[in-house]
């Protein structure tokens, strides 16, 4: 067992700005993503084939 003190929180939040920052990260590159496919394919799905 630990020999901490039970039910203290710790000083600083790192890991809950470490999860906001890869969550804004995320969201941006699907953002990036879905705009350049739309500029690159003429679609936001680069995986649907229209035909040719």
Same mark, same amino acid.
């Given at each position: 067992?630990? +020999?901490?003190? !039970? /039910? $203290?929180?710790? +000083? *600083?939040? !790192?890991? $809950? !700005?470490?999860?906001?920052?890869? $969550? !804004?990260?995320?969201? /941006?590159? $699907?953002?990036?993503? /879905?705009?350049?496919?739309?500029?690159?394919? /003429?679609?936001? *799905?680069?995986?649907?084939?229209?035909?040719?």
């Amino acid at each position: 067992m630990s +020999e901490g003190p !039970v /039910g $203290t929180k710790p +000083e *600083n939040d !790192v890991y $809950t !700005v470490l999860l906001v920052l890869a $969550t !804004v990260l995320v969201a /941006g590159a $699907t953002i990036y993503l /879905g705009i350049r496919s739309q500029q690159l394919f /003429g679609s936001w *799905n680069p995986f649907s084939f229209t035909g040719a």
